[in-house]
């Protein structure tokens, strides 16, 4: 039988998708790539901020239509969407057969095969579900993979919906993510990002002597050809022992993720961050320098409830002083389930903007002043397409998947650049986000 997944939200969410598509080819099914040909649909959904839960629903109700002009049979709507808002959205959506939570994927086949009934909507608890780790999966490009360390989290802020949604945090033993990423690098993956809700708070619930920098360096040690990056930091959980390790291991990517979320003092209480304007000064300080080259990216709301023109300002001069490398700047999103929808003084959505987009400007500049220190380097960059005869598209250590810019490369040997090869390549230009170069 043939089954269409759509994977929505993160990369986790990604994870989630390509583990439960292994169950499923373990079954006899066969992943297609084309939804007209599929007998069953699965919709992997994400529902963190209230864009994304709208995006969820467009997806099912266009898919949706294949039940009439293809061979779909059922259609399956798993993840976030269904568990945090369980029977509502079945009412609301009566063209999907069966709702599971992110505690359901291992009733996935079930509901495929027909054996729970039209309507179901299951949601077992979280936390209590088996950690999806080890498996021998199929990422979408062989040459760069994500690698999902951790489920749930331990923290509470305010406008996050996530422990509610994916339990606390559960690490995963490091044999079984050595042996998964062992099994990505045998497939031919050149580049593993790894993944959680807090990656660097990997280990803290599993005893001494297990710990972020640890795991790094054991991962490190699998290949010395395969780059090593992680995404979903947190500046409380942040050692800078992590900084050594980096240093020690050329395959690890200076590239440090670390989401702030804001600098103002009083929005971070409010948002339940513990940590200040001061203790962000310091440990960007302290990553630039012992690594000086290191490239850093974070990310921020605007317009979170009491945010005045005062806290905007001092985000804005920790932007300006930090000179981020990356920076993704999201508006508050609101709903009525979460603890910061209490909060007083909520920012009209026009300021809110206006406070995005300036910010985005900052950023902008900072960003084209940051990639100058490029220009005529040789850097090694990993191929992953060929948009024309002669060009490449790739990225440098310095440049995450899917999130940051790119690096053009015009390829000058007459022999074409396969995707996941890592060529040398000298940067001859630099634009706001990107890089340009070509092949030593």
Not at 31 to 53: K, M, R
Not at 70 to 79: P, T, Y
Not at 390 to 399: D, N, P
Not at 402 to 425: A, C, M, Y
Request: aromatic letters at 8%.
């Amino acid at each position: 039988m043939d089954v269409y997944f759509a994977s929505l939200g993160c990369a986790r969410n990604q994870v989630d998708s390509e583990i439960m598509c292994q169950q499923l080819r373990q079954r006899g099914w066969q992943v297609v790539d084309d939804p007209e040909l599929a007998e069953a649909i699965v919709v992997n959904t994400c529902s963190f901020i209230e864009p994304a839960a709208q995006e969820s629903i467009d997806t099912i109700l266009e898919l949706a239509a294949y039940r009439h002009r293809g061979n779909c049979r059922r259609l399956v709507v798993v993840g976030c969407l269904p568990e945090r808002y369980g029977s509502q959205v079945g009412r609301a959506l009566p063209e999907v057969d069966v709702f599971l939570g992110t505690g359901g994927f291992d009733r996935l086949a079930e509901a495929l095969e027909g054996r729970l009934p039209p309507g179901t909507c299951l949601l077992p608890d979280p936390a209590a579900t088996k950690p999806m780790a080890g498996i021998n999966r199929r990422p979408p490009a062989a040459h760069q993979a994500y690698l999902k360390i951790a489920e749930g989290c331990n923290r509470r802020c305010t406008y996050c919906i996530i422990p509610r949604l994916r339990g606390p945090q559960r690490s995963f033993p490091a044999r079984d993510l050595l042996q998964e990423a062992a099994g990505l690098i045998r497939q031919g993956a050149r580049e593993i990002t790894l993944v959680a809700q807090e990656t660097t708070a990997w280990g803290t619930d599993l005893g001494k002597d297990q710990d972020f920098a640890g795991l790094l360096e054991k991962l490190a040690g699998l290949d010395s050809g395969v780059w090593i990056r992680f995404f979903y930091g947190h500046p409380e959980s942040f050692d800078l022992r992590i900084l050594e390790v980096v240093d020690r291991h050329p395959n690890l990517c200076p590239y440090f993720d670390l989401p702030i979320q804001h600098a103002g003092d009083a929005v971070l209480k409010a948002m339940g961050r513990r940590y200040t304007q001061n203790d962000l000064e310091r440990l960007f300080a302290a990553i630039r320098n012992r690594l000086p080259a290191a490239a850093l990216r974070t990310t921020v709301i605007v317009g979170f409830p009491g945010e005045s023109e005062a806290d905007f300002e001092t985000l804005v001069s920790l932007v300006r002083q930090v000179e981020f490398d990356h920076l993704g700047v999201f508006l508050y999103s609101d709903a009525d389930d979460l603890a910061s929808h209490r909060l007083p003084e909520h920012v009209p959505r026009k300021t809110a903007l206006e406070r995005y987009h300036r910010l985005m400007k900052i950023q902008q500049q900072i960003s084209a002043r940051r990639n100058l220190r490029f220009r005529g380097q040789k850097l090694p960059v990993l191929i992953e397409s060929r948009p024309e005869d002669t060009v490449y598209l790739g990225r440098t250590m310095f440049q995450g998947p899917e999130v940051d810019g790119l690096t053009f490369v015009r390829n000058r040997s007459q022999r074409p650049l396969k995707p996941g090869r890592i060529v040398s390549v000298g940067i001859s230009d630099s634009l706001e986000y990107d890089l340009v170069g070509e092949t030593a």
